[in-house]
């Protein structure tokens, strides 16, 4: 399938190698033109700009920071609309607010084009794995037609409803991930400070009830003091930012996510927001006594 | 300008601009107005007020346009939508944004009518509907000091401690302090009185008792009352305290500042808001709490 990539970050440049590999004809465009060369080694094609990868291709996947990037590359000047043959699919597999995914799918029916929001969960690993989460929201037979693209990219394929509807599950996921990052780190923490093994504690837990990926992989990190990301702490931040204002636009009481909230804006407000996100443990040493 | 019968604008004339805008009235100045729904002025014309039929002919008769709306939107579309406040101001034109807003979006607001010689100050109050009738408010003022000094007079009229807190956009952030001690308190006093419920005491006494120690505030004193009579009729509607939350954990990203008891607090306010209690008072938080066990 001929497919446009926008947007070559930490996320991004593995999900396109991936395309290219699955036999995929990938052309690549990026604001940062020298993100773009290591696509363009695995011979991908070289656009000016995401309206000329929307001539060139019928499907046109974007993968960067925020609404406003996402908003620029679909609707904005030299953006996915302005060239987009009637029928174009744009799918969006960034994490925004739910309301701003409907907002620009709307937008962009108007021009003729179907989008899809389409975000990930599986951090940098899963990306490289081409082992990723995908949480689809929009039309189904869309999705029908990408489907081979996402299993490029992604084992476990789903989806979830409407558009917008992979947002939301993208936030439910950001909740459990956020919140369950914070608790690793806080039960940690709490074996060490008790005078125990940390790392005796995660091994017996594993088989437990207490058992999660998290406790697993952010948990053996946590162990390593190995800060370098995985996820950034910012990156959770802004995730849960958008949780946040979901809830306060709906009426809904988050009360653990909220705490959540508050100490990534801590993790952030201290300089760690581009480490991983377990910088988390450091935040609640520092918090519990300990010196730096 | 000078101290007296300054040529004055004033939109946005709800429970706490009504009162405000009359003190203007009263202190002497001339003053217009301008309403979205015009029978909200009835009143104030007839107390005397010129009525004008949009924001941009207000600007054109006014050296100063006070302004005290919902949102960073309103504020907007009155300055800068169609037949806004830039279009009838003269340079050297003061508007003053006396509404909970964004400082940021304060600071933007700030920016562009400086381009065309417009200039500003925001200046959220505190002390509720009434301060307002009182003309007791606090006054938390952001921008030039000489802009403020251009006003003061004006602002005399309406609250009773003027602060120049710095540059533009720090009266709306001392806003936000305010915003976070007040409604925090408001959820403490609401725990305390359902603790005391919980026991079976009795509250009121609960609540004579700590009037008089180390925990004695307004904010135990006015709320707290309402909570023991349980009465719910707004003061200030619950509602614009959620309202500002959503600002102040916004801007809480923004700087990475941890806030974890405001946190908390907007919770329990979307909690209100689920429950269907946005339009009645903030000592609803009361009633959040007994819904929840």
């Given at each position: 399938m001929e497919v446009g990539f926008i947007g070559l970050g930490l996320m991004g440049r593995p999900m396109a190698l991936n395309l290219i590999r699955a036999g995929h004809s990938v052309h690549v465009w990026s604001r940062r033109r020298a993100s773009m060369a290591p696509l363009l080694e695995a011979g991908a094609g070289d656009a000016a700009s995401a309206a000329e990868l929307a001539e060139r291709c019928p499907v046109t996947i974007s993968m960067v920071a925020d609404a406003p990037d996402v908003e620029q590359v679909?609707?904005?000047?030299?953006?996915?609309?302005?060239r987009a043959r009637a029928g174009h699919i744009h799918v969006d597999m960034s994490t925004i607010a739910p309301a701003a995914a409907q907002r620009i799918a709307a937008a962009l029916a108007e021009k003729g084009v179907v989008a899809l929001d389409a975000p990930v969960s599986g951090g940098e690993v899963g990306a490289v794995a081409g082992s990723l989460t995908i949480m689809a929201g929009g039309d189904a037979a869309a999705f029908e037609t990408v489907k081979p693209l996402f299993e490029a990219m992604g084992k476990s394929v789903t989806l979830i409803g409407a558009a917008g509807a992979g947002q939301v599950a993208k936030a439910c996921n950001q909740i459990l991930t956020g919140v369950g990052v914070a608790a690793v780190a806080e039960a940690l923490n709490f074996a060490t400070r008790s005078g125990v093994d940390a790392a005796r504690v995660r091994e017996a837990l594993l088989g437990g009830f207490a058992y999660s990926r998290i406790l697993e992989n952010h948990g053996q990190r946590m162990l390593e003091r190995n800060f370098k990301p995985g996820f950034k702490a910012w990156m959770h931040q802004k995730d849960l930012r958008i949780v946040m204002e979901e809830a306060h636009r709906l009426g809904l009481a988050l009360p653990a996510s909220a705490a959540t909230a508050q100490l990534f804006n801590a993790v952030v407000g201290s300089g760690m927001g581009e480490d991983d996100s377990i910088a988390m443990l450091r935040l609640l040493e520092r918090m519990s006594g300990a010196e730096e | 300008m000078s101290g007296a019968g300054m040529r004055v604008g004033f939109i946005g004339l709800g429970v706490m601009g009504a009162p405000m805008a009359r003190h203007l009235l009263a202190a002497g100045h001339d003053l217009a107005v301008w309403a979205?729904?015009?029978?909200?002025a009835d009143a104030l014309v007839a107390a005397g007020a010129a009525r004008c039929a949009s924001p941009a002919a207000l600007a054109a008769r006014s050296e100063v346009v006070f302004t005290i709306v919902t949102t960073g939107a309103d504020v907007e579309a009155l300055a800068f939508g169609s037949g806004g406040l830039i279009a009838g101001f003269a340079p050297g034109a003061i508007h003053v944004d006396m509404s909970t807003i964004a400082p940021a979006t304060a600071r933007e607001i700030a920016a562009r009518y400086a381009k065309s010689g417009v200039r500003w100050l925001d200046a959220p109050v505190s002390g509720g509907a009434v301060g307002a009738e009182q003309a007791s408010l606090a006054i938390m003022a952001g921008g030039e000091g000489e802009t403020l000094e251009a006003v003061r007079p004006l602002l005399e009229a309406m609250g009773r401690t003027i602060v120049?807190?710095?540059?533009?956009?720090a009266g709306q952030v001392a806003k936000a302090c305010n915003q976070m001690v007040m409604v925090s308190a408001i959820q403490a006093c609401a725990e305390a009185m359902r603790l005391a419920q919980a026991h079976g005491v009795d509250l009121a006494a609960v609540r004579q008792a700590l009037m008089g120690?180390?925990?004695?505030?307004r904010v135990l004193e006015v709320m707290g009352e309402r909570m023991v009579a349980r009465d719910f009729v707004p003061g200030i509607e619950a509602r614009l305290h959620h309202k500002d939350f959503g600002l102040l954990i916004e801007e809480a990203v923004r700087s990475g500042t941890p806030l974890p008891i405001a946190g908390q607090v907007a919770q329990q306010l979307n909690a209100l808001m689920a429950c269907g209690w946005g339009r009645d008072d903030t000592a609803s938080l009361l009633r959040v709490l007994e819904r929840m066990a």
């Open positions: 679909t609707l904005g000047p030299g953006g996915v609309a302005e | 979205r729904r015009p029978e909200t120049h807190i710095g540059p533009v956009g120690g180390s925990a004695a505030s």
